[in-house]
């Protein structure tokens, strides 16, 4: 009824940048907090960072200053743009969101398949 794609992962070197791209489709009525989580080979999955519909945002402090995530609520995507990249940020990322659909209504918290991105030389 409703899904998340993400796109825009893939290999960069060492402080370069990325930006990841999410869009949500289908019947969508609203959408509140997009988000970026991130999981890395035998870690649990972390928030990356988070913005609200009002605007507020949350950075995990390992990506403060280096990443900014962004939304277009026309078009219901969220973006993460990602500076200074370093060999840790190496990980699945995936995008987040809760969504309202119609008929009925009713709110699903989304994610998306994950897309990777891998920091090397």
């Known amino acids: 009824q409703v899904q998340l794609v993400e796109s825009g992962g893939g290999l960069v070197q060492p402080g370069g940048s990325l930006t990841l791209s999410c869009a949500a489709s289908g019947s969508i009525d609203r959408v509140n907090t997009m988000a970026w989580y991130r999981q890395a080979p035998g870690k649990e999955r972390e928030l990356v960072a988070r913005?609200?519909?009002?605007?507020?945002?949350n950075y995990a402090d390992s990506v403060k200053d280096r990443f900014t995530i962004s939304r277009d609520d026309a078009k219901n995507r969220v973006y993460l743009r990602m500076n200074s990249l370093k060999p840790e940020d190496t990980a699945v990322y995936y995008c987040?969101?809760?969504?309202?659909?119609?008929?009925?209504?009713?709110?699903?918290?989304?994610w998306g398949q994950g897309t990777l991105v891998t920091v090397s030389s």
């Open positions: 987040n969101a809760d969504i309202r659909v119609v008929n009925p209504y009713k709110w699903f918290h989304v």
């Open positions: 913005k609200s519909n009002g605007g507020s945002t």
